[in-house]
């Protein structure tokens, strides 16, 4: 990197200036000389920062199959925005998920690919650190997936998605049952139903939750008029609206198409659509920002 007196004010470069433009990189300039090694060290630092980030991000999608790491898997980029309470809210949520995680992998470690045509309905808080509250009436009536919704309902009807068999499976503990479904028809009528029975509308909550240090910060730390502030903002729940459509879509999607073939292949289905979202709502972004 070569740095000129010219470059800090043009007035040296001009034809009637009787100064010369000098490099900055020689002995009689040990200011610029010092300020170019600042610059330079700079922007080595950036590049590393980024190169670790970038890898960090790669280890994770690599990772994605194990419910632990496909949690965090927006890590990386959440440190790199410097967004700290999102950052705390994801190891917070993987944190209070460990058990039931650890119950998951157990479960594809124990019948890695036996084939199962039931999906149980998944839950926000069963079989968590925060399962205590699951036994609060209210949150046992609200912890439940979009297929218990009105809104899942009308899904299923729309599309004709019809239940052929029903069963009640063992849950996390000795005394707890889920209920299990089987649906009938083409493999699209089954993919829609197992995945309406994965997407816990508390997850959905969540998952907005951690959302709103960006959407708060889009506001706060833009400079301008109201207008400016509202055209951030406007972006910022674009992005925010992509990352929480498309995370919970794929999730759900991927483990739905691979799960009835195997709990092994359903957390590599998980995994994959993790990552897929991830790399989706990033070209989004970029998107927002190029258009917008």
């Known amino acids: 990197m070569a ?13 009637s200036s009787n100064y010369k433009a000098a490099p900055a990189y020689n002995e009689q300039n040990p200011v610029f000389n010092r300020l170019k090694e600042d610059i330079d060290r700079l922007e080595t630092r950036a590049n590393q920062t980024k190169e670790h980030s970038n890898t960090d991000q790669a280890l994770l999608y690599a990772l994605s199959p194990l419910p632990p790491a496909r949690r965090i898997g927006s890590l990386p980029d959440t440190m790199e925005e410097k967004n700290y309470p999102r950052a705390g809210l994801l190891l917070g949520m ?26 149980h309905e998944l839950s926000f808080f069963r079989g968590t650190f925060l399962k205590k509250l699951f036994e609060n009436p209210f949150v046992q009536k609200i912890d439940k997936t979009l297929f218990s919704t009105k809104f899942g309902e009308k899904i299923m009807d729309v599309l004709k998605v019809e239940i052929e068999d029903f069963k009640a499976v063992k849950g996390p503990t000795s005394i707890t049952t889920l209920n299990s479904y089987k649906f009938a028809g083409s493999g699209i009528k089954k993919l829609i139903g197992n995945s309406l029975l994965r997407i816990p509308i508390l997850g959905i909550a969540c998952t907005s939750i951690l959302e709103m240090p960006a959407i708060i910060k889009s506001v706060t730390k833009t400079n301008g008029t109201v207008l ?4 951030s903002l406007g972006k910022q729940l674009i992005k925010s609206a992509g990352y929480i459509g498309l995370s919970t879509v794929a999730i759900a999607l991927g483990g739905a198409l691979l799960f009835p073939h195997g709990a092994v292949l359903g957390l590599i289905g998980m995994g994959i659509g993790s990552s897929i979202a991830l790399i989706a709502s990033k070209a989004l972004n970029k998107q927002v920002d190029k258009t917008c």
């Not at 010219?6 to 034809?15: D, G, L, V, Y």
């Not at 998951?104 to 890695?112: D, H, L, R, S």
């Not at 400016?228 to 055209?231: E, I, S, T």
């Open 94 to 119: 993987a944190a209070a998920n460990f058990p039931s995680d650890l119950r998951e992998i157990g479960i594809a470690i124990k019948n890695p690919f036996q084939n199962n045509p039931f999906q």
């Open 228 to 231: 400016d502030k509202g055209k």
């Open 3 to 15: 740095l000129r007196v010219a470059e800090f004010n043009s007035i040296f470069n001009t034809p």
